[in-house]
């Protein structure tokens, strides 16, 4: 009897063993790639831009009040933005996220707080001092579970990449450098910084091109105009463009425009002074012809199949099943209650945990090994066929 083909390896489109995902950790993420992510997850651009801001409001306020330094606050916006673009907004509240990313960001960063602790001090910020309660309460319980349990979630998303940028250092050097009034450029400049994270630009450019545009519009939006970083001086210097810089400072514009009030900038200057700076860089991007964004990429998606077949393995949203929100609407952290219904998404865009159906995940960092590797396994599943021609004598009929 002829064997049968199992479901599996139909479902594979290859006999054996699923030859496992790859997933290559991406240090930058350019503008074509973000707005693909938020098409996938169905979300609209005002709801996103609504909860991306409440979510990095949340970690700036959590961990002042936890005296974490500046450099948490950079990776935990930055694990954030990356989690949001995989995971639809409908499957996590945006707290849970928020205090994930910033639980994972402790980690990174040697700052160690316990999950019990963040949520502790989110509860208290709403509390008087007589009030206030202690990590070790039992309502930190459920959701101190919750937020374990979306660390692995968190650093999938982020591809395992443990790499962090602080361009707070190198723009206090820049505004030294220029010889600009500390007091008012250089920690207007610094607040941009922290501004920036509120945006998607810290995923796009480098430390140098974040530094850069801080400095740049702090001098324009205090008339201490900083002539050299305007004209491009030292660009070569620090491997950027005025494109790169022009898009990263209409970015921060774009946040202050219609977001002032969410910004710490924004509060200390009215909307005109905002505005007058955004048409004097709109004729100097149409006279240089400049585009709006840079660095837009071509390339397939990061999580392939090693070997046959590459696949996304990023499932569309709406097709999910939703799940009920982890997230109290009680300010308070009361009735806190794990999903049910809801499974975790994994790195591939399969429900459940990863590796049990379509295979394991790895993660890297380096593409060429990930085509390499790729190129050396599809060897292994690739089907070869050889048609061979047979004379049969027939016999003849009396």
């Given at each position: 009897?002829?064997?049968v083909e199992s479901?599996?390896?139909?479902?594979?489109?290859?006999v054996g063993?699923?030859?496992?995902?790859?997933?290559?950790?991406q240090?930058y993420?350019?503008?074509?790639?973000l707005?693909?992510?938020?098409a996938?997850?169905?979300?609209?651009?005002?709801?996103e831009?609504?909860?991306?801001?409440?979510?990095?409001?949340?970690i700036?306020?959590?961990r002042?009040?936890?005296?974490?330094?500046?450099?948490?606050y950079?990776?935990?916006a930055?694990?954030?933005?990356k989690?949001?673009l995989?995971?639809?907004d409908?499957?996590?509240?945006?707290?849970d996220?928020?205090?994930?990313?910033?639980?994972?960001?402790?980690?990174?960063?040697?700052?160690?707080?316990k999950s019990?602790?963040i949520?502790?001090?989110?509860?208290?910020?709403?509390?008087?001092?007589?009030e206030?309660?202690?990590?070790?309460?039992?309502?930190?319980?459920a959701?101190?579970?919750?937020?374990?349990?979306l660390?692995?979630l968190?650093?999938?998303?982020?591809?395992?990449?443990?790499?962090?940028?602080?361009?707070?250092k190198?723009?206090?050097?820049l505004?030294k450098?220029?010889?600009?009034?500390q007091?008012?450029?250089?920690?207007?400049?610094?607040?941009?910084?922290?501004?920036s994270?509120?945006?998607?630009?810290?995923?796009?450019q480098?430390?140098?091109?974040?530094?850069?545009?801080?400095?740049?519009l702090?001098?324009?939006?205090l008339?201490?105009?900083?002539?050299?970083?305007e004209a491009?001086?030292?660009?070569?210097?620090?491997?950027?463009?005025?494109?790169?810089?022009m898009?990263?400072l209409?970015?921060l514009?774009?946040?202050?425009?219609h977001?002032?009030?969410?910004?710490?900038?924004?509060?200390?200057?009215?909307?005109?002074?905002?505005i007058?700076?955004?048409?004097?860089?709109?004729k100097?991007?149409?006279?240089s012809?400049?585009?709006?964004?840079t660095n837009?990429?071509?390339?397939?998606a990061?999580?392939t199949?090693?070997g046959?077949k590459?696949t996304?393995?990023i499932?569309?949203?709406?097709?999910?099943n939703?799940?009920?929100p982890?997230?109290?609407?009680?300010?308070?952290l009361?009735?806190i209650?794990?999903?049910?219904?809801?499974?975790?998404?994994t790195?591939?865009?399969?429900k459940?945990?990863?590796?049990?159906k379509?295979?394991?995940?790895?993660?890297?960092?380096?593409?060429?090994?990930?085509?390499?590797e790729?190129?050396?396994?599809?060897?292994?599943?690739?089907?070869e066929?050889?048609?061979?021609?047979?004379?049969?004598?027939?016999?003849?009929?009396?």
């Open positions: 009897m002829a064997p479901k599996d390896e139909k479902e594979n489109g290859h063993p699923h030859p496992s995902f790859i997933q290559v950790a240090l993420v350019f503008e074509q790639e707005q693909k992510c938020m996938r997850t169905g979300v609209t651009e005002a709801k831009d609504n909860i991306r801001l409440q979510g990095i409001a949340w700036d306020s959590v002042k009040a936890l005296h974490l330094p500046v450099r948490t950079n990776t935990a930055v694990y954030y933005h989690f949001r995989v995971h639809a409908h499957e996590y509240g945006y707290i996220a928020a205090a994930a990313a910033l639980f994972t960001a402790c980690k990174v960063e040697d700052t160690l707080k019990k602790e949520l502790c001090a989110s509860y208290n910020l709403k509390l008087s001092q007589a206030q309660v202690t990590p070790d309460d039992a309502m930190f319980e959701p101190s579970k919750s937020i374990i349990g660390e692995r968190m650093l999938e998303a982020s591809g395992f990449d443990f790499r962090s940028r602080y361009p707070q190198l723009l206090l050097k505004a450098h220029h010889d600009v009034d007091d008012l450029v250089g920690k207007t400049a610094y607040d941009m910084s922290l501004d994270y509120r945006t998607f630009a810290p995923l796009k480098t430390t140098q091109t974040l530094a850069i545009a801080c400095v740049e702090s001098g324009r939006l008339l201490q105009n900083v002539k050299d970083l491009g001086k030292y660009y070569p210097k620090w491997h950027t463009s005025r494109a790169e810089v898009e990263t209409l970015d514009l774009d946040l202050y425009t977001h002032r009030t969410s910004t710490i900038v924004g509060e200390d200057h009215a909307l005109n002074e905002f007058d700076i955004r048409i004097a860089l709109n100097e991007a149409s006279s012809n400049l585009p709006r964004y837009h990429l071509k390339r397939k990061t999580a199949t090693n046959v590459p996304n393995g499932k569309d949203s709406k097709s999910s939703k799940s009920s982890i997230s109290p609407r009680d300010p308070h009361k009735d209650k794990s999903p049910t219904t809801g499974i975790p998404t790195a591939t865009g399969v459940g945990r990863a590796g049990l379509d295979g394991t995940v790895r993660f890297m960092l380096d593409a060429e090994r990930e085509l390499d790729k190129r050396e396994v599809e060897r292994y599943f690739k089907i066929e050889e048609e061979y021609e047979v004379e049969v004598e027939r016999e003849r009929r009396r």
